[in-house]
């Protein structure tokens, strides 16, 4: 099927179907984007959120961090990670995340994958407060990880993106809808990952 073809092995994607998708690398420089992710993992308040599964309490394997505008607030302490407030450096993130895409983002979820072990299950990110075509933007600081995508529907359609250090993927059109995505853990040896995700809270 022509559609195997969307996801090259590198990091660059020709064919990206680009009403879901769009992907830019070097979206910051090498270095700039050593020195931010140092500097936030240093920086964040990190927090281990705890889910239930069934009948258990289980940890997620990774830590994150909530950052939001203070009209927002209310939604986000529903989530019960209480928010942040933002930082001059991701206020600066923020604006040249804005400046490329045109468009404002009101909050960003910092997930941090310490290592080959943390990941992020198989999911969507369609919450109601999110809207119905939700434009996420998300930026990836460090070790390349693969970035998978499923259709809902027919699990067998599944592509990779390899998200390298400082791109930028941007996540739109019905992707929440139609499809799910996860970031799966690698019997590889990994070092560290951020990744930010910037989104639209109604
Ligand atoms: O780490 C990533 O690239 C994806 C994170 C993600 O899917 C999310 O925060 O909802
Ligand atoms: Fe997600």
Redesign the pocket.
């Known amino acids: 099927m022509e559609q195997l073809s969307f996801f090259s092995e590198s990091g660059h994607t020709p064919g990206l179907p680009s009403d879901l998708l769009q992907y830019t690398p070097d979206f910051f420089s090498e270095s700039e984007s050593e020195i931010h992710l140092a500097h936030l993992i240093a920086e964040t308040p990190w927090k281990q959120k705890v889910v239930s599964m069934y009948d258990k309490q289980v940890v997620t394997p990774r830590l994150s961090a909530w950052y939001a505008d203070p009209e927002i607030y209310d939604y986000t302490s529903l989530r019960k990670s209480s928010p942040n407030f933002w930082t001059p450096e991701l206020m600066l993130i923020r604006n040249k995340i804005e400046a490329f895409t045109g468009i404002k983002f009101n909050s960003v ?1 910092l ?1 941090y ?1 310490r290592d080959a072990n943390d990941s ?1 299950a198989w ?1 969507s ?1 369609n919450e109601e407060a999110l809207g119905t075509h939700p434009v996420i933007a ?1 930026l ?1 600081l460090g070790q390349v ?1 693969g ?1 998978d995508i499923r259709n809902k529907q027919n699990h067998k359609q599944k592509y990779t993106v390899k ?1 390298e250090n400082g791109s930028l993927l941007l996540m739109k059109g019905n992707l929440q809808q139609h499809w799910d ?1 996860r ?1 799966a853990k690698s019997t590889k040896k990994m070092k560290e990952r951020l ?1 930010l ?1 910037f989104r639209i809270v109604h």
Request: cysteine-free; hydrophobic content about 35%; charged content about 15%.
């Open positions: 979820l997930n994958y992020v999911h990110d998300s990836s990880r970035f998200l995505h970031i990744n995700t």
